[in-house]
């Protein structure tokens, strides 16, 4: 099941045919369209969810005259494609996790939300980073405790859990952060209703706006998402205004985002909101380097803005629309290891696979002690999330690598980590780094980076995707 959608694949057939299954009272369907994804690196399928109405049914993935058959259906399947182009690998076995958070002593509390079968993962470490540089105790919570899939080939997991007793939440916690999420899971809908209703903030990230909007917490109000689901969300929450242009919007004690990387944004505007000072604010922004531009109109007065960020059919058609077999695909590495800064490490993972041209798999190297360890090892993130990469660089044959990417704008982590790569990688392999600039320039690093993996036109698309202000 993806988002609570079944997979349907005719055995080992590469034809990617999908089965429709009813999901929703306006009878339309969704499909779930599988790319094959890193073959032979322990790499997972690209899941593509696709919205189209009855009409497609029986389309093919790469016959553009078949999949659109009307210019409405085209334009919304299309960005449907684009927004969800984020590998989600299968849980790595004999996984060694890092020890549990400590005890905490900070003021305020955050818990981030954390799906059964999907996460975001810039929607989750984009908000952890900058609210634990604020000084706040971040956690996550879920519905289990097991092994939990973000995009990007990682995985995390619950500090708590609903409806597990002996991983009970607290009963309130200051901030709520909902990033986007698979499924649409009722019973953590009900959670975040009650502790909005005990006085907490909610935080949604990108499409967390769902999640929320399907609650009565944004009941007429304001709000925004990432803008291909904007219009999908005014029809099906007629009771919100949801508006373009605006990289977050304030309504009441609920502050929803844009895109991926206006998450950034607008947890610092939380943090102006909750402190009353936006020099506070500021001070974060400048402790990640981060050059912070606030919305001039958080509250949405103006209700007839443009939209900031779109993709039309024929750059759609560019991106989705390849017929690359796997063995065409770029295969890159990216390297997870112990403080790895949650900023830089989202950047290259949210960025380089919506180029719709590159495969990531993802690996620890311990700096340290100088080794690439033979089983999946989880780290703590440097603000103390838990990430687990999805397999090991000895399950990985190396030789198929075009890239191995090291997140990290440190010089130091840079030389350690390269020292050890060296030694395993052929010569061929490119190594890179974010540079050594800020921390809060990730975005743009990362996205040169994938510039120069694919060019001017995927990674255009790929930077009004994570709706990044890039330019080659």
């Known amino acids: 099941m993806v988002g609570g959608f079944r997979l349907s694949l005719d055995g080992d057939?590469?034809?990617?045919?999908?089965?429709?299954?009813?999901?929703?009272?306006?009878?339309?369907?969704?499909?779930?369209?599988?790319?094959?994804?890193?073959?032979?690196?322990?790499?997972?399928?690209?899941?593509c969810v696709v919205k189209l109405t009855t009409r497609e049914k029986g389309a093919r993935v790469g016959c553009s005259e078949a999949f659109f058959s009307k210019k409405r259906t085209k334009a919304r399947a299309m960005s449907y494609l684009l927004r969800n182009i984020a590998p989600l690998a299968k849980p790595p076995g004999n996984v060694s996790l890092p020890p549990p958070h400590g005890d905490s002593n900070e003021e305020l509390s955050a818990l981030i939300v954390l799906g059964s079968e999907g996460t975001d993962v810039a929607g989750m470490l984009l908000p952890y980073q900058v609210l634990v540089v604020h000084g706040v105790r971040v956690r996550t919570i879920g519905t289990t405790d097991a092994l939990l899939p973000l995009t990007g080939n990682v995985f995390s997991t619950a500090d708590y859990v609903i409806g597990d007793a002996s991983k009970a939440p607290p009963e309130r916690c200051d901030i709520v952060v909902v990033p986007a999420v698979l499924p649409q899971d009722s019973t953590v809908g009900k959670w975040i209703e009650e502790q909005w209703r005990n006085g907490s903030w909610i935080l949604s990230i990108c499409e967390g706006t769902h999640m929320v909007a399907s609650t009565p917490i944004l009941d007429d109000g304001k709000a925004t998402t990432h803008f291909y689901g904007l219009d999908a969300l005014s029809e099906r929450s007629a009771s919100v205004t949801f508006l373009h242009g605006h990289r977050y919007i304030l309504s009441g004690k609920v502050v929803t985002?844009?895109?991926?990387?206006?998450?950034?944004?607008?947890?610092?505007?939380?943090?102006?909101?909750?402190?009353?000072?936006?020099?506070?604010?500021?001070?974060?922004?400048?402790?990640?380097?981060?050059?912070?531009?606030?919305?001039?109109?958080?509250?949405?007065?103006?209700?007839?803005?443009?939209?900031s960020f779109s993709v039309d059919s024929a750059e759609g058609e560019t991106l989705t629309l390849r017929e690359k077999k796997p063995a065409d695909r770029i295969r890159v590495g990216v390297v997870v290891f112990d403080d790895v800064d949650d900023l830089s490490l989202a950047a290259v993972l949210v960025s380089l696979p919506r180029t719709g041209e590159v495969d990531v798999v993802t690996f620890k190297v311990d700096r340290e002690a100088k080794y690439v360890?033979?089983?999946?090892?989880?780290?703590?993130?440097?603000?103390?999330?838990?990430?687990?990469?999805?397999?090991?660089?000895?399950?990985?044959?190396?030789?198929?690598?075009?890239?191995?990417?090291?997140?990290?704008?440190?010089?130091?982590?840079?030389?350690?980590?390269?020292?050890?790569?060296?030694?395993?990688?052929?010569?061929?392999?490119?190594?890179?780094?974010?540079?050594?600039?800020?921390?809060?320039?990730?975005?743009?690093?990362a996205l040169k980076i994938a510039h120069e993996l694919t060019g001017n036109t995927s990674t255009s698309l790929a930077a009004k995707m994570v709706e990044h202000p890039w330019n080659p």
Request: proline share 6%; charged share 30%; aromatic share 4%.
């Open 257 to 307: 985002s844009a895109g991926v990387s206006a998450g950034l944004d607008a947890t610092l505007y939380l943090i102006e909101r909750m402190t009353s000072s936006r020099d506070v604010a500021m001070g974060v922004s400048k402790c990640l380097g981060y050059d912070w531009k606030p919305e001039s109109d958080p509250e949405g007065d103006d209700e007839n803005r443009d939209a």
């Open 373 to 445: 360890p033979d089983r999946v090892e989880g780290v703590n993130t440097n603000s103390g999330a838990v990430v687990v990469p999805m397999t090991t660089l000895n399950e990985i044959k190396v030789e198929l690598l075009t890239m191995v990417i090291i997140p990290t704008v440190n010089d130091e982590e840079e030389e350690e980590s390269v020292d050890v790569l060296r030694d395993v990688l052929p010569d061929k392999c490119k190594i890179r780094t974010l540079g050594g600039g800020q921390v809060g320039e990730s975005f743009f690093a």
């Open 13 to 47: 057939d590469s034809s990617r045919r999908c089965t429709r299954y009813r999901t929703h009272p306006a009878a339309e369907s969704r499909r779930v369209v599988v790319v094959p994804g890193a073959a032979g690196l322990g790499g997972s399928p690209i899941v």
